[in-house]
């Protein structure tokens, strides 16, 4: 059912009300409509009053917004400076600041005091290996506490940290990695995924004949025993690191806006852009999402299903400057059984449980009773993002997980490592509505022309500036990339590549991307990615890669010209789909491939994927008269008419 409300706050006290009445002069806000133009209008008192409410750490000066007409130009505490890794490390006790679990039934857990010592001995060794501040350190890493360790340490000096998961192919590491020039490379010996032992060091002589900017590795074994690996080049040993009677103790204070870590786009037109994201602006902006649209506390446990290849890991560990626990997860979510994770939510009494929207639809497609099993009574919010969560998947949350709690769809992205749309703890949950637009982000959803809509689909936009917007991409001058990335469609106005719908509950409905990226289980996928591991294979000369919309979720198809015939042989999609896998991921393999006799291109040699895209998803087409090979759409035709059919 459309707009059925799934729940109401029952308590009317939290961070949010809290915050309210904090503000100066008393603001009396009728609705959060009020509290969110105001958060917009007078974003200089909003952004301070942010950074008192939260407690940030650091040397708060000058103003907190000076304003300038550019939206990339206009800055966020200028004159401000704090320390990431200060802000995180605040608490000293021995209570759990990280609780870790894998699929091969691993466990372990590091205090809040064990952990500081940790990060100090880590950054005591960057320093002494000569690396500084805006170095590089780059991580090819499962979801340990060693990851989250030595993002803190690089942060803690001012190096800039970047990271991959360890299913990320060798093609797409070095794509990545290679344009910004790390110093240092942080690897483990191995992971566990669907209960395979997976081997990651093949892949670092690869990385090291490619990246000759690498000066230093470390090994971290994922089981406690040393690595003790036979291999032809030099690493340092975690545990080597940490018997260290050294520590650097030292929190530096940096600029609000110093570089904080690279997150990598989906890499649809060549390779992946390199987005530069601050320390401050994703601080004070995963600040004000956790405490005052999560009612994330003091204590909380938070757990957020993600691999460190995705943005939400970032989100994640800004939770400690919470001074919440973070309960980190490694291998696949089905592993040894479909509730494994929810026996962890109920065994560490969570308070925030954090997943893709696809984790969720397929519980409820195995009609999975959560609730019959596990009583979740410390469990206040359940958060989904990654793909669009339908009506069915909201009401399926509070039918057979937990009919009191808060479901925060959330929406936003590695551009913004953070949330335009996202939940409320004080107002109502209708069924496939996320809640609201952020405070402080100035969302609406435009026509082509640039209108306002309401209750009408159109793209997703971000009329004035917010902290968390990129700092600049690597090597992009004069903010080319920056400018074609997000200000094309619309003048100085971020336009996102989302569909979306402002309903008249004031929430928003995200229907998928509106632009050429892929979007596989919560992933970006670019099709250039894609393409560049295809169109090496001696069998294929061309191919195409579009998202589907199916029933209450999305695909991708792949359509592949072949070099001898137009018969796709079970040996040659075996070996695409092993070389993706191998090369890429798991996750960038398509649902489906299809061969063809052409690629529709324009007059100048482009690809129209948009076009195809359209096709393949039954829509209207326009605009034929740009492609030099009109005549080739209608085999696509009769590829979706197979699909419908079959579907």
Not at 192 to 208: A, G
Request: glycine share 4%; with cysteine; net charge positive.
């Amino acid at each position: 059912m459309h707009n059925l409300k799934l729940w109401s706050s029952p308590n009317k006290t939290n961070n949010l009300t809290s915050f309210l009445s904090t503000l100066k002069n008393n603001y009396k806000f009728e609705s959060y409509i009020d509290l969110h133009k105001w958060s917009i209008k007078s974003k200089e008192e909003f952004w301070t009053s942010i950074w008192k409410f939260t407690k940030i750490i650091g040397d708060l000066k000058g103003k907190s917004y000076s304003h300038d007409n550019d939206f990339i130009n206009c800055k966020f505490f200028k004159d401000s400076k704090i320390n990431y890794a200060e802000n995180c490390l605040s608490k000293k006790d021995d209570k759990d600041a990280l609780i870790f679990y894998s699929e091969n039934n691993s466990y372990r857990s590091i205090s809040w005091k064990e952990l500081r010592k940790k990060v100090f001995k880590l950054s005591y060794f960057f320093k002494i290996n000569n690396i500084k501040k805006l170095d590089r350190i780059a991580a090819v890493l499962p979801n340990l506490p060693e990851t989250v360790i030595s993002f803190l340490a690089t942060s803690q000096i001012g190096a800039i940290w970047t990271s991959c998961s360890s299913d990320f192919g060798e093609n797409a590491i070095i794509d990545r990695f290679k344009q910004i020039e790390p110093k240092i490379l942080i690897v483990t010996d191995y992971y566990y995924y669907n209960r395979k032992k997976i081997d990651t060091i093949e892949v670092v002589p690869k990385i090291l004949k490619k990246i000759s900017s690498i000066e230093k590795i470390i090994i971290i074994p994922y089981e406690k025993k040393e690595a003790n690996l036979d291999v032809d080049f030099k690493y340092v040993e975690w545990n080597t690191i940490q018997k260290s009677k050294n520590r650097n103790e030292v929190f530096e204070k940096f600029e609000f806006n110093h570089p904080l870590y690279i997150l990598y786009s989906s890499g649809t037109t060549g390779v992946p852009k390199c987005i530069v994201h601050g320390a401050g602006g994703s601080l004070i902006q995963h600040k004000k999402e956790h405490q005052l649209h999560c009612n994330i506390k003091d204590g909380d446990k938070v757990f957020y299903f993600t691999t460190c290849g995705w943005m939400m890991w970032n989100w994640l560990v800004s939770s400690l400057a919470s001074n919440a626990s973070v309960v980190l997860y490694d291998g696949s979510p089905f592993i040894p059984n479909i509730e494994y994770l929810f026996e962890i939510a109920e065994k560490e009494k969570l308070s925030f449980f954090g997943t893709g929207a696809k984790y969720i639809d397929l519980l409820k497609n195995q009609k999975i009773n959560i609730k019959k099993r596990f009583k979740l009574e410390n469990l206040k919010v359940i958060a989904s993002t990654g793909s669009p969560l339908v009506n069915e998947s909201f009401e399926y949350v509070y039918d057979c997980i937990k009919s009191d709690v808060h479901l925060a769809s959330i929406s936003g992205g590695t551009d913004i490592v953070s949330c335009f749309v996202l939940g409320n703890p004080s107002l109502d949950v209708f069924s496939g509505e996320i809640q609201c637009a952020g405070l402080g982000m100035e969302v609406d959803v435009f026509d082509e022309k640039g209108n306002s809509l309401i209750d009408k689909k159109g793209e997703l936009v971000c009329k004035s500036s917010f902290p968390s917007k990129p700092l600049y991409f690597w090597n992009d001058i004069n903010f080319k990339k920056y400018k074609e990335s997000y200000f094309k469609s619309y003048e100085n106005i971020w336009c996102h590549g989302d569909y979306c719908k402002k309903t008249i509950n004031n929430g928003y409905i995200i229907y998928g991307r509106s632009d050429a990226t892929l979007n596989s289980g919560g992933v970006r996928i670019g099709t250039a990615e894609l393409y560049r591991v295809l169109e090496n294979m001696n069998e294929i000369s061309e191919c195409l890669a579009v998202e589907r919309q199916i029933s209450n979720d999305t695909e991708v198809i792949l359509f592949v010209v072949l070099n001898k015939n137009n018969y796709l042989r079970d040996e040659v999609k075996n070996k695409i789909i092993s070389n993706i896998k191998k090369l890429l991921s798991p996750k960038h393999i398509p649902k489906k491939i299809f061969s063809v006799l052409e690629i529709p291109k324009t007059r100048s040699g482009k690809i129209v994927e948009l076009l195809v895209k359209k096709i393949i998803n039954g829509e209207k087409i326009e605009n034929k008269q740009v492609l030099i090979n009109p005549h080739c759409l209608k085999e696509y035709q009769n590829i979706y008419i197979k699909l419908k059919k079959y579907a």
